[in-house]
């Protein structure tokens, strides 16, 4: 239910934006889901050297922009 509410919101943005995707919106869902997940578990596991939401911060703008022309 997550990943599809968030994967309309994702379509919705794109389409009033006109952000065009080059990927479908659902992937690129499933890659910001994996890429918290992991961030969130590299935070537990070495909460001093990655800060809780550093990774995401860093890496999403980089997604982001990979996906999108």
């Given at each position: 239910?997550?990943?599809?509410?968030?994967?309309?919101?994702?379509?919705?943005?794109?389409?009033?934006?006109?952000?065009r995707m080059s990927?479908?919106?659902?992937?690129?869902?499933?890659?910001?889901?994996?890429?918290?997940?992991?961030?969130?578990?590299?935070?537990?596991?070495?909460?001093?050297?990655?800060?809780?939401?550093?990774?995401?911060?860093?890496?999403?703008?980089?997604?982001?922009?990979?996906?999108?022309?």
């Amino acid at each position: 239910m997550f990943r599809s509410s968030l994967t309309k919101l994702v379509e919705e943005i794109s389409e009033t934006s006109g952000m065009r995707m080059s990927v479908p919106a659902e992937q690129f869902v499933r890659l910001v889901i994996a890429v918290h997940e992991g961030a969130r578990s590299q935070s537990l596991l070495e909460p001093r050297k990655v800060p809780a939401g550093s990774l995401e911060r860093t890496f999403l703008p980089m997604v982001l922009t990979a996906v999108t022309d």
